[in-house]
Structure formats: C-alpha cells, structure tokens
Nanobody, 127 residues
Framework: QVQLVESGGGLVEPGTSLRLSCSASGATLAYFGIGWFRQAPGKEREWVSCFSSRDGGVYYADSVQGRFTFSRDNAKNTVYLRINSLKSEDTGVYYC????????????????????WGQGTQVTVSS
C-alpha cells in the first residue's frame, strides 16, 4: 500500500519561505509522476506544480511560477515544494499526489489522474 505523508506546513509570516515535504512508503517515488495541489479556505483544490514522469520536466501553475520550486531526494524517497515570498493567498492545505502511470504535463492539473494522495499539510500565512 502506497502512503504519502506531507509535512513542513505551519504558521508563517508574509515574505518568508517554507519547504514542504512529501515522503512515501510502499513505493519508490522516483518512478511516479508527482503533483502538488493546494486548497485555500472556501475554494476548490488547485494544482500548483508537478513532475512529469513522461518527459522528466517540472511544471508550475502560472499563479506560482517563480516562487515555488519542486525538488526531490530519491535517496530519501521524498519530494519537496519550496515556497518563497509567501503571501496570504498561499494559505491553504497543501497536498502531494502520485501517479503510477506516465504523467503528461497536460494531465498534471487533473486530480483523477493521480492514484495516491497524502493527507495534506496546513500552511497559514499571516502576520
């Protein structure tokens, strides 16, 4: 059974940075397409970043381009999402998801593309 566990969230001040982690058990994340999503209070969950297992590329939603950085440590079976210059609108629950099939960039925002989800980690940006 594949399990994803996010961590690293918390209450942070605007302008600071945060690195979220997504660790896996039961599978090797290096073989999966990975997506990061977030859900702001009262809003639908939205895609923010992904690693495409089809072309090996990393992609970002326009709304976070330049501030979010996807990375991974295969030795730790963990992927990360670093968020710089945090804004109040970054507040929400952040989820990682894994796709066991080839994940194409065009499918990154599609939640039903992913086979496994973590429980989420809360990020609250407030002064």
């Amino acid at each position: 059974q594949v399990q994803l566990v996010e961590s690293g969230g918390g209450l942070v001040e605007p302008g600071t940075s945060l690195r979220l982690s997504c660790s896996a058990s039961g599978a090797t994340l290096a073989y999966f397409g990975i997506g990061w999503f977030r859900q702001a209070p009262g809003k639908e969950r939205e895609w923010v970043s992904c690693f495409s297992s089809r072309d090996g590329g990393v992609y970002y939603a326009d709304s976070v381009q330049g501030r979010f950085t996807f990375s991974r440590d295969n030795a730790k079976n963990t992927v990360y999402l670093r968020i710089n210059s945090l804004k109040s609108e970054d507040t929400g629950v952040y989820y990682c998801a894994a796709d066991k099939g080839p994940l194409d960039y065009s499918d990154c925002p599609q939640e039903d593309e992913y086979d496994f989800w973590g429980q989420g980690t809360q990020v609250t940006v407030s002064s």
